[in-house]
């Protein structure tokens, strides 16, 4: 089993940046992938990035592709989401999951575990 809880989100003017965190605790980290994910008020939840087991694979959105960057740390158990020239469109709840394996998958249904979410709002 694998806990993994979210932090970082926050209130931010268009062009701002944020840091998001991904704390997981349980089994070893760094034997599963992990991705972030995205559900705007009123739409389906989508795919963001996600990263391998060692980080060699990094998947994005073309949404977010060129302005946000996923990144880990196994040695804190730790996953990161930059998300630089953020705009308006970027606002949702961003979830964190991790999954039993060392792929990066853009499929949600291919991760086994999720955090509770945090809220980023992109303010014009």
């Known amino acids: 089993q694998v806990q993994v809880v979210e932090s970082g989100g926050g209130l931010v003017q268009a062009g701002g940046s944020l840091r998001l965190s991904c704390a997981a605790s349980?089994?070893?980290?760094?034997?599963?992938?992990m991705a972030w994910f995205r559900q705007a008020p009123g739409k389906e939840r989508e795919f963001v990035a996600a990263?391998?087991?060692?980080?060699?694979?990094?998947p994005y959105a073309d949404s977010v592709k060129g302005r946000f960057t996923i990144s880990r740390d196994n040695a804190k158990n730790t996953g990161y989401l930059q998300m630089n020239s953020l705009k308006p469109e970027d606002t949702a709840i961003y979830y964190c999951?991790?999954?039993?394996?060392?792929?990066?998958?853009?499929?949600?249904?291919?991760?086994?575990?999720w955090g509770q979410g945090t809220q980023v709002t992109v303010s014009s």
């Open positions: 349980g089994r070893t980290f760094s034997s599963y992938a």
């Open positions: 999951a991790a999954r039993t394996g060392t792929v990066a998958s853009r499929l949600a249904e291919n991760y086994d575990y």
């Open positions: 990263i391998s087991w060692s980080g060699g694979s990094t």
